[in-house]
């Protein structure tokens, strides 16, 4: 299974970035071992719009299984969501920390975006 989690900086130890489609980076995560690739999300760190819907296609493409971040507008959402991607929203703490509990069961997915469209 791989974990896309939104970060501030592409190591485990960064912060799980708030912003879904303007998080800085995207580290896949592997729960179970923990290895991990950084992928650059720059391109839509100052989209005028779409930012959100490019990110989950960025996220879909790197075959993710589930997102964790700290909120998820809707376009972002139904575009996971059409890529068969769960969203897990709420999320804060350092990305090694969400991972682990991600893995202890500790998040339920959202069913819903949690934001409205441009948010900030």
């Not at 960064?14 to 999300?41: K, S």
């Not at 809707?74 to 509990?101: I, Y």
């Amino acid at each position: 299974m791989k974990v896309a989690v939104s970060a501030t900086a592409k190591n485990l130890e960064a912060q799980v970035d708030p912003r879904f489609g303007r998080a800085a980076w995207f580290l896949m995560v592997n729960p179970d071992t923990l290895e991990y690739e950084a992928i650059e999300n720059t391109q839509n760190l100052q989209a005028p719009q779409g930012a959100g819907i490019q990110a989950a296609v960025l996220v879909a493409r790197q075959k993710a299984e589930a997102v964790l971040t700290g909120h998820c507008g809707p376009k972002a959402f139904d575009t996971l969501k059409a890529a068969g991607v769960g969203v897990v929203v709420g999320v804060s703490g350092s990305v090694r920390e969400a991972v682990e509990q991600f893995r202890a069961g500790k998040y339920a997915y959202t069913q819903s975006a949690d934001v409205s469209g441009h948010w900030m």
